[in-house]
């Protein structure tokens, strides 16, 4: 059998331009050490070292106008991981200076995401160079028609199924679907995230946020604690961070920051609903939390700082990877009731912050792998909605949610070697690799 590190420093000769992709691999393999040496069968067709390798990835250029009239160039890409289970599944992200190496982590995690979900879905993920901040709807609108107009040849409900993610939200999706659908694809199921009313399952938008507070009740209540009165301190103020928020509120958590690029805004004795609907209220007219917090009883903003300074019992990294270094864990396990991580973004956590919280013994760490699931959890049901062509409605969503967060969790517990903490990282890459090995096995090279 290959070695963890012959194989990592082969991914690394063979993509040096992904470090995170390199730092994914290091933690899922260390994570299956002990499966893969059970199951010489799964070693022989190299089911890892296959899992890392892209099926296929798609590189475009984008051309489009700005309101100035002047031509505009990106790049776009579509890495489609692994379609073993299901169709290709994952979000399309839009940032400034987007690496296709951070793709290649993104899609990696996603296999593995997906799978825990236990739905019949691959995985994939895309994105573009652009940053829709601070354009404007039109400028947007052309993007996401130029974008979709090179895409459209590589997705469809059976093939590849893209989402939103960072940058792409509700405007976009619409934007991006509206071009596929005038190219002649007909099928709402190509795309998930869409609104309600055309395609769109209720609850798509929450579902991230949602789906990260019922994995994060089941863990708590595992350990015998209880989310009543818990200090959540949340980075991120984007979709996920928000609905969050929201449901920690409901669920009678306190909830002290969220976060952007330029600062944290805190509010110590915590934000109330009505703090949130102002903040979703005011974001939607392009407002940043900085220039919110004045409005805001009790909220202060602090330029430059990290949500990770106050006291709190829970911390909710929800906004991009690799935002939670070693210093900032160092910072949190100083607090004295610090003891739940519960990643809202994926791989947000520092392999030197994750060593540092296992270190510590006594803080329960939730992957985003299996605790973000949420979101492509109810992406799955919008797929099947849109096949069944019958409307869900809110109710149903929310119940199928909550049962599939509990489903993930019981797969992490079960499969983890360590139950005090459980050890959510090893379980959640073991339950997954156990769905994914046996397939491969089966279905045969190739
Ligand atoms: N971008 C989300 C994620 O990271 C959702 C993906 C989807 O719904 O396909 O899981």
């Known amino acids: 059998m290959e070695t963890n590190a012959t194989l990592l420093s082969r991914v690394e000769r063979a993509h040096p331009d992904a470090p995170e992709l390199h730092q994914a691999v290091a933690e899922v393999a260390g994570a299956l050490g002990p499966i893969r040496h059970a199951h010489p069968e799964w070693q022989e067709v190299r089911v890892l070292e296959r899992l890392v390798e892209p099926d296929r990835i798609v590189s475009f250029r984008v051309v489009w106008e700005d309101d100035r009239g002047r031509l505009q160039l990106e790049r776009g890409y579509r890495v489609q991981q692994s379609n073993l289970l299901g169709p290709y599944k994952g979000g399309l992200r839009f940032r400034d200076g987007l690496k296709l190496g951070t793709l290649r982590f993104l899609a990696f995690e996603q296999v593995f995401k997906d799978a825990l979900t236990g739905l019949p879905l691959g995985g994939a993920k895309g994105g573009a160079t652009f940053n829709p901040r601070?354009?404007?709807?039109?400028?947007?609108?052309?993007?996401?028609?130029?974008?979709?107009?090179?895409?459209?040849?590589?997705?469809?409900?059976?093939?590849?199924?893209?989402?939103?993610?960072?940058?792409?939200?509700?405007?976009?999706?619409?934007?991006?679907?509206?071009?596929?659908?005038?190219?002649?694809?007909?099928?709402?199921?190509?795309?998930?995230?869409?609104?309600?009313?055309?395609?769109?399952?209720?609850?798509?938008?929450?579902?991230?946020?949602?789906?990260?507070?019922?994995?994060?009740?089941?863990?708590?209540?595992?350990?015998?604690?209880?989310?009543?009165?818990?200090?959540?301190?949340?980075?991120?103020?984007?979709?996920?961070?928000?609905?969050?928020?929201?449901?920690?509120?409901?669920?009678?958590?306190?909830?002290?920051?969220?976060?952007?690029?330029d600062g944290t805004l805190f509010c110590p004795d915590g934000f109330t609903a009505s703090h949130l609907a102002d903040i979703i209220e005011r974001q939607g007219q392009g407002d940043r939390l900085d220039a919110i917090a004045p409005d805001l009883s009790g909220a202060e903003f602090r330029p430059g700082a990290k949500p990770w300074a106050e006291a709190c019992d829970v911390a909710l990294p929800c906004a991009t990877q690799n935002e939670v270094t070693e210093a900032d864990a160092e910072t949190l396990l100083?607090?004295?009731?610090?003891?739940?991580?519960?990643?809202?973004?994926?791989?947000?956590?520092?392999?030197?912050?994750?060593?540092?919280?296992?270190?510590?013994?006594?803080?329960?760490?939730?992957?985003?792998?299996?605790?973000?699931?949420?979101?492509?959890?109810?992406?799955?049901?919008?797929?099947?909605?849109?096949?069944?062509?019958?409307?869900?409605?809110?109710?149903?969503?929310?119940?199928?949610?909550?049962?599939?967060?509990?489903?993930?969790?019981?797969?992490?517990?079960?499969?983890?070697?360590?139950?005090?903490?459980?050890?959510?990282?090893?379980?959640?890459?073991?339950?997954?690799?156990?769905?994914?090995?046996?397939?491969?096995?089966?279905?045969?090279?190739?």
């Open 134 to 261: 601070g354009r404007s709807d039109r400028e947007i609108q052309r993007f996401c028609r130029a974008f979709m107009t090179q895409l459209h040849r590589h997705i469809g409900p059976s093939l590849d199924v893209p989402a939103g993610d960072i940058g792409v939200g509700a405007r976009e999706l619409g934007y991006l679907y509206g071009t596929y659908r005038r190219l002649g694809g007909g099928e709402q199921g190509a795309l998930t995230g869409k609104s309600v009313g055309w395609g769109g399952i209720p609850l798509r938008p929450e579902a991230t946020g949602y789906g990260l507070m019922y994995f994060l009740r089941a863990a708590i209540e595992q350990h015998d604690l209880s989310l009543a009165g818990l200090r959540c301190a949340i980075s991120g103020a984007g979709s996920v961070a928000i609905h969050a928020a929201r449901k920690l509120l409901a669920l009678d958590a306190q909830v002290i920051s969220l976060s952007n690029s």
């Open 334 to 446: 100083r607090h004295d009731r610090f003891k739940v991580v519960a990643e809202g973004a994926n791989m947000p956590c520092t392999a030197a912050a994750v060593a540092a919280f296992s270190a510590a013994r006594r803080v329960v760490y939730l992957p985003g792998k299996a605790a973000n699931a949420g979101g492509v959890v109810v992406s799955g049901l919008e797929m099947a909605m849109n096949a069944q062509r019958e409307p869900w409605t809110e109710a149903e969503v929310d119940e199928a949610l909550q049962e599939r967060m509990k489903f993930i969790h019981r797969a992490c517990v079960d499969n983890a070697s360590r139950r005090d903490p459980v050890d959510y990282a090893e379980g959640a890459n073991v339950a997954a690799f156990r769905r994914l090995a046996p397939a491969m096995l089966a279905q045969g090279w190739g």
